[in-house]
């Protein structure tokens, strides 16, 4: 998943068990906390673990619902086990059966407590004489409220003729349209039939036909095991145009010729992966343009990634998100961080090789910017929260959350890669990730497992140049370790010495070559702009740049916080236009805080949420109303 709104709960992971400290008269209390378990689920899965999915599905948008039948093929792991528990949320469940050797025998079930983050768990009581291999075969139908799935009205779309729905199954909204297993730990392949109305298309995380015909009938099938998080579906007006030979666009028509320009080099991504890291092991790969309500940059679904029509600059400035989501096809979808503790492994790695597909089919100035501005986001991370919240890999057993997709993830991550590059070379380095994806393929990892990998194929090399310490540092310690890379550009070092000159009246803003600058150092300009400068200096910014007109989302975005912060009152007309033209959080949570935390626009930021809310996913909205709380605190 691309970018980050920044966790808020990580504990930090010091020791594998910690005795507390008590006094004479009191016994030690011993933290039990296992670094390779993931909390966030409520499935016995050292007891059974899922094979395989078979999904049915009705697509009823009156109802707004999913409905039908799950069928789990399943492995008993303990043979005294003989109760399955499966991760649901808001599901409503008409019954269950066990299928095994071609017979079908009802099964009791019921529901446990709900959890407000990881939703309710499922128990099933197996009949006595089920053996180490069954199906379950599941009834049920979804919710409105389902957090995974979002149900567009036409008017909320682009054609404003067809309703669409889409899904976000990351991190654990997958147990909100399918019964499961919902952790990364455990890799299902899966086959699905899907009916919808017969003028609209069905789209999934699978194998994607670009030739199916409109029947209102869809089967997929995804051979590959992937973890439930990358479960996917979508449907609606969809269209389908190529971009190459193996990859190619879906969306609503009215944005395909869009589409098609500015993913143009989506092909050439591809096939630069495949030769510095090995084969693509999915079939296709292709892209689905959603409506503007969808929460992400971009969403990894494997053959089949989610993109938001926000990236649609008309200049191929912000295509680092496809060659992002495109990297995750190894680091992510082919190697999976085993607990959402290790999603560094996914997001950090990802990060790097994002950077170094863009150096290859764009330059090295770009690839440059673009780490200068994340490294400036990184810095506030770590300036904003604690530091047992700085760890690449910290103690992950708060679930009174389950936004864990911080940016220290991401950045930091690539940091970590970039300095081990950097220590060993280019070319050995890329000879130990390429070995990394073969080895770990269609598996887990966590953070202990990859130090070992690490440690076995780099770190124990005679005269290493880094240590097992070293690298525990990057991933168990806050902060940034000495030695860590900093990132430089030349371009943005000049836009924010323009913005400083500027702003003391030594430059005219007519002298400001801006139309010769890329959209990352106008953002970088706008962020170097000193804290003390006047409504009128920034009037004549707006005024000369067209900034609360730009069609760009991420200078829009930068543009708009500084607006918020600094109470530029003109511009709060176009602010709200932009909060109602995004529904990606990264783009509006951030000027939804900045309005809540200036002081004085608590009630305003609240009106404009109430009159947007409803074209935003539940993700989103969610994000938002937790940006309130904290600016109230």
């Known amino acids: 998943m691309y970018r980050k709104l920044v966790s808020a709960f990580f504990v930090l992971i010091t020791t594998a068990f910690v005795v507390t400290a008590c006094s004479k008269d009191e016994e030690a209390v011993v933290d039990n906390y296992d670094p390779a378990r993931d909390y966030f689920t409520f499935a016995n899965t050292d007891q059974f673990v899922t094979e395989h999915l078979a999904l049915d599905l009705d697509v009823d948008f009156e109802a707004q619902e999913l409905r039908g039948f799950a069928m789990l093929t399943m492995r008993r792991l303990d043979a005294a086990a003989s109760q399955v528990t499966l991760d649901t949320r808001d599901l409503t469940v008409a019954s269950i059966a066990v299928l095994q050797s071609g017979t079908s025998v009802p099964a009791e079930f019921h529901f446990g407590e709900n959890d407000e983050t990881l939703g309710t768990p499922l128990l099933i009581d197996l009949p006595t004489d089920t053996g180490e291999s069954f199906d379950l075969m599941i009834e049920y139908h979804t919710s409105p409220s389902s957090t995974a799935l979002q149900w567009l009205p036409p008017e909320l779309t682009a054609g404003a003729k067809h309703p669409l729905m889409f899904s976000q199954s990351q991190a654990v909204h997958a147990r909100s349209w399918v019964p499961l297993q919902d952790t990364p730990a455990i890799r299902i392949t899966y086959e699905a039939t899907v009916r919808t109305p017969r003028s609209l298309l069905a789209v999934m995380s699978a194998n994607n036909n670009p030739l199916t015909p409109r029947t209102g009938e869809y089967h997929f099938d995804m051979p590959q095991p992937i973890p439930s998080y990358l479960l996917a579906i979508a449907v609606g007006n969809l269209y389908f145009a190529p971009l190459g030979e193996d990859t190619g666009v879906y969306t609503e028509p009215e944005l395909l010729d869009a589409s098609v320009y500015e993913f143009a080099d989506t092909q050439a991504m591809l096939e630069q992966a495949e030769a510095m890291y090995g084969p693509y092991d999915w079939g296709r790969y292709d892209l689905l343009v959603l409506p503007p309500s969808f929460p992400y940059g ?79 986001e990184l810095l506030q991370d770590l300036e904003e929260v604690p530091e047992h919240m700085q760890a690449l890999a910290p103690r992950l057993d708060d679930t009174s959350s389950e936004d864990f997709q911080g940016g220290i993830h991401y950045s930091k991550g690539q940091l970590f890669l970039e300095y081990l590059e950097k220590a060993f070379g280019r070319e050995a380095f890329d000879v130990f990730l390429t070995s990394y994806f073969q080895e770990f393929a269609f598996g887990t990892i966590t953070t202990e497992r990859f130090l070992d990998y690490l440690e076995l194929n780099l770190l124990s090399q005679e005269g290493s140049p880094v240590t097992r310490e070293q690298a525990e540092q990057w991933t168990y310690q806050p902060g940034l370790p000495d030695g860590a890379p900093i990132p430089r550009s030349t371009n943005l070092d000049s836009a924010a010495a323009m913005a400083i000159a500027w702003a003391a009246d030594d430059v005219e803003l007519a002298e400001i070559p801006v139309g010769d600058w890329s959209p990352q150092a106008t953002i970088h300009f706008i962020n170097s702009l000193p804290a003390e400068l006047s409504n009128e200096k920034l009037a004549e910014l707006d005024a000369g740049w067209g900034l609360s007109k730009t069609s760009n989302a991420e200078i829009g975005r930068t543009w708009f916080i500084q607006v918020a912060t600094r109470r530029y009152t003109d511009a709060y007309t176009e602010l709200e236009a932009h909060l109602n033209r995004f529904g990606r959080g990264r783009l509006i949570a951030p000027v939804y805080g900045a309005l809540a935390s200036n002081g004085e626009d608590r009630e305003l930021a609240l009106e404009m949420f109430e009159r947007a809310r409803g074209a935003y996913h539940p993700i989103t909205a969610g994000w938002i109303e937790a940006g309130f709380e904290r600016a109230a605190d």
């Open 298 to 376: 971009g969403m990894e679904n494997p053959r089949l990634s989610f993109i938001t029509p926000s990236l649609l600059a008309g200049d191929r400035s912000l295509v680092s998100v496809i060659a992002h989501e495109l990297a995750h096809s190894w680091s992510g979808n082919l190697v999976t961080n085993a607990t959402w503790r290790d999603g560094w492994l996914n997001e950090g790695m990802t990060s790097y090789i994002e950077s170094r597909l863009m150096e290859v089919i764009y330059d090295v100035d770009r690839v440059d910017e673009e780490r200068v501005l994340n490294y400036r």
